[in-house]
């Protein structure tokens, strides 16, 4: 039983083409995040929703739009693909609270071409 | 604002060896600490965080990190490196009023057999 799950695991698209990531949670969590992985390594985060309400929206194109129908769920859509939107994608979740640590999914690792 | 800063890219450290991976942070306010790894194709596994109380605090795996407040610091240790703990380490900070977690750059550590 995995605790956060995405789908798919690989993306491989053409510029231009709109996709989606789907992530969900059944550790009973309140809180879903989108974290961007680039080539280095580096890790940022996205978005992150709290029971379903956006709290967290970094400076991120307005082409990238979550969608959280339920407290379980937060998917990633994305607009007009661009070569650098390629990078691996982390869904997260953790309970409320600053203090509580997150519980990442396998990755999403979308390449545009 | 806050940030972190692990100021190797890679450390190397001969199995049976002990380990440190550095980390400072930089927050207003008290700060919650979190070290994650990550093995390759994988997401993030929590390994420890501190809160509050004892500055020493341990982990999974045999991991444990010292909080030093004076120093803004928050290494991570392990007496014996064994060669399955190569992995990329992250840590991460968040402060008490404050929605994001930070990620720091993170360090690859190799050991060597």
């Known amino acids: 039983d995995t605790a956060v799950s995405q789908t798919p695991k690989y993306l491989v698209t053409q510029m231009g083409n709109d996709k989606s990531i789907k992530c969900e949670q059944n550790?009973?969590?309140?809180?879903m995040y989108w974290y961007k992985q680039d080539s280095k390594k580096f890790l940022k985060i996205m978005f992150s929703?709290?029971?379903?309400?956006?709290?967290i929206n970094e400076t991120v194109p307005n082409r990238f739009s979550p969608k959280s129908p339920d407290k379980a769920h937060l998917n990633l859509h994305i607009n007009s693909l661009e070569l650098g939107d390629s990078a691996v994608y982390f869904c997260?979740?953790?309970?409320?609270?600053?203090?509580?640590?997150?519980?990442f999914g396998q990755g999403t690792r979308l390449t545009v071409v | 604002a806050q940030s972190v800063a692990q100021p190797e890219d890679q450390v190397n450290v001969a199995e049976g060896n002990p380990l440190t991976v550095k980390c400072t942070y930089s927050?207003?306010?008290?700060?919650?600490l979190f070290w994650y790894v990550q093995y390759p194709n994988r997401g993030l596994q929590f390994l420890l965080k501190?809160?509050?109380?004892?500055?020493l605090v341990k982990g999974s795996y045999g991991f444990e990190a010292e909080f030093n407040k004076s120093q803004t610091s928050f290494h991570l240790k392990k007496p014996s490196a064994l060669v399955s703990d190569s992995a990329l380490y992250f840590c991460?900070?968040?402060?008490?009023?404050?929605?994001?977690?930070?990620f720091g750059t993170g360090t690859k550590l190799q050991v060597i057999p």
């Open positions: 997260a979740s953790s309970r409320k609270g600053g203090s509580t640590e997150a519980f």
């Open positions: 550790l009973g969590h309140d809180t």
């Open positions: 929703y709290n029971n379903k309400e956006l709290i």
């Open positions: 927050v207003s306010g008290n700060p919650y």
């Open positions: 501190y809160i509050t109380g004892d500055n």
């Open positions: 991460a900070v968040r402060s008490g009023g404050y929605q994001k977690v930070t």
